[in-house]
T-cell receptor, first 116, second 113 residues
């Protein structure tokens, strides 16, 4: 069964500083990997996704993530955070068999706090 | 236009009641889902529904039942609500042909008193 681990429940970063959110996954096949952001009281917004090809993927809002198969990781990065980046961030692995149960398995999320 | 819409956005009700949450997608997708996000923000799949095939997460109580009147709708019915059902419920849909991007609704916050 697939699983996703986000080891950091909370992260506090100063505005303008760089950010890295960690994500490790467990999946028996080539993973489809996603990062979603959830602002307070809002739904989920897709930041970026990895299916294949270049292991460094660019997303919206200046975010990027790097897929490292050897480490089973898909860490999210941003060179300079803004106060508006404060939110909950979810890493997810997608399982799409075309016939059976499918969907996304989410990590438990990382709460990002931006301090002035 | 909203791609995946859920109603209501907030639902407050008493234990033992039966309630429904509606979900509609106007994207022409053929697979829809319900997810539950608990108080600790953990998202867990409840159901996936594709071409009349329902896949149920075995941990979901049978008080929960999805109903799909047509391809664009997947409503969630909950019978005999319990305190532990309080959570945010998200509907999502996926494009046909294996497109892996899920589109999420904005969520329904259910509070059971």
């Amino acid at each position: 069964a697939q699983s996703v681990t986000q080891p950091d429940i909370h992260i506090t970063v100063s505005e303008g500083a760089s950010l890295e959110l960690r994500c490790n996954y467990s999946y028996g096949a080539t993973p489809y990997l996603f990062w979603y952001v959830q602002s307070p009281g809002q739904g989920l917004q897709l930041l970026l996704k990895y299916f294949s090809g270049d292991t460094l993927v660019q997303g919206i809002k200046g975010f990027e993530a790097e897929f490292k198969r050897s480490q089973s990781s898909f860490n999210l990065r941003k060179p300079s955070v803004h106060w508006s980046d404060a939110a909950e961030y979810f890493c997810a692995v997608g399982y799409f068999s075309g016939g059976g149960a499918d969907g996304l398995t989410f990590g438990k999320g990382t709460h990002l706090i931006i301090q002035p | 236009d909203t791609a995946v819409s859920q109603t209501p956005k907030y639902l407050v009700t008493q234990m033992g009641n039966d309630k429904s949450i509606k979900c509609e997608q106007n994207l022409g997708h053929d697979t829809m889902y319900w997810y539950k996000q608990d108080s600790k923000k953990f998202l867990k799949i409840m159901f996936s529904y594709n071409n009349k095939e329902l896949i149920i997460n075995e941990t979901v109580p049978n008080r929960f039942s999805p109903k799909s009147p047509d391809k664009a709708h997947l409503n969630l019915h909950i019978n005999s609500l319990e305190l532990g059902d309080s959570a945010v419920y998200f509907c999502a849909s996926r494009a046909p042909g294996g497109g892996e991007k899920l589109f999420f609704g904005s969520g329904t916050q259910l509070s059971v008193l």
